[in-house]
């Protein structure tokens, strides 16, 4: 009852923010911002996006596009003033076109997909993305404090680096690997859309 609670309350968008900027969200946007320096009006699909914290740290000549399955952080994102297009969707079943995107990130979103659903999520990012994707998340990596925030986390299903690596490139050339800690350790992976799944 009450992680319950404390969820309830970490959902509330301000409540979010705050939690994410405690938990060292600035220093993971840093890593990411150099790799979302895209094109002027080239697309960045923003995949469970959350309250859009990624929009803080792309080109404002993109065209950023939020798309998370949470009504909540939709208000949260609204709250923001950013006039972005926004779309409710689940990642992995989206009513994207195929290729309809330049870049797709996937931020902090794969650990709250089940094992059975995350082939169907990097297929889907496959299918929309035209040129790259940006994926982090956090691994588990087994350390105490890793583990004391896997407990009180939201998403239920963290994974090992080498695991994550194994999947993204089932449908994913991997690019570039950056693997930097805060508090978690975090792995960061560029990939290329590849033009048939490797299964
Ligand atoms: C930890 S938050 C990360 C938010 C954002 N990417 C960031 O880095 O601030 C995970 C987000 O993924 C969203 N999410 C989880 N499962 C999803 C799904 N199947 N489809 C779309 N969004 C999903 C949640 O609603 C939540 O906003």
Redesign the pocket.
């Known amino acids: 009852l009450i992680t319950e609670v404390l969820h309830r309350v970490a959902s509330h968008p301000l409540v ?1 923010d705050a939690i ?1 900027r405690m938990a060292g ?1 600035r220093t ?2 840093d890593r990411l911002s150099p790799h979302l320096q895209v094109e002027p009006g080239e697309s960045i699909l ?9 929009s803080g740290v792309t080109p404002s000549a993109a065209r950023y596009i939020w ?4 009504l ?2 939709l208000r949260g994102f609204r709250a923001k003033g950013i006039g972005a297009l926004a779309v409710i ?4 079943q ?1 009513c994207m076109a195929d290729k309809s995107v330049d870049y797709a ?5 794969s ?3 089940p094992d059975e ?1 995350l082939d169907q ?1 990097f297929c889907e990012l496959s299918r929309m993305v035209r040129r790259r994707l940006i994926f ?1 998340d956090a691994v588990r990596s087994g350390g105490f404090v890793s583990n004391l925030l896997w407990k009180y ?3 239920g299903f963290p994974r090992a680096d080498e695991v994550l690596c194994e999947h993204v490139s089932r449908y994913f050339e991997i690019m570039k690997i950056e693997r930097f800690t805060v508090y978690h350790q975090y792995l960061l992976l560029i990939a290329k859309p590849r033009e048939r799944a490797v299964l």
Do not use: N
């Open positions: 979010y994410q969200c993971v946007l923003d995949v469970g996006a959350g309250t859009g914290l990624l798309l998370d399955c949470d909540d952080k969707g689940d990642a992995v989206t990130a996937c931020v902090a979103v650990h709250h997909i659903r999520l982090l986390d939201r998403g």
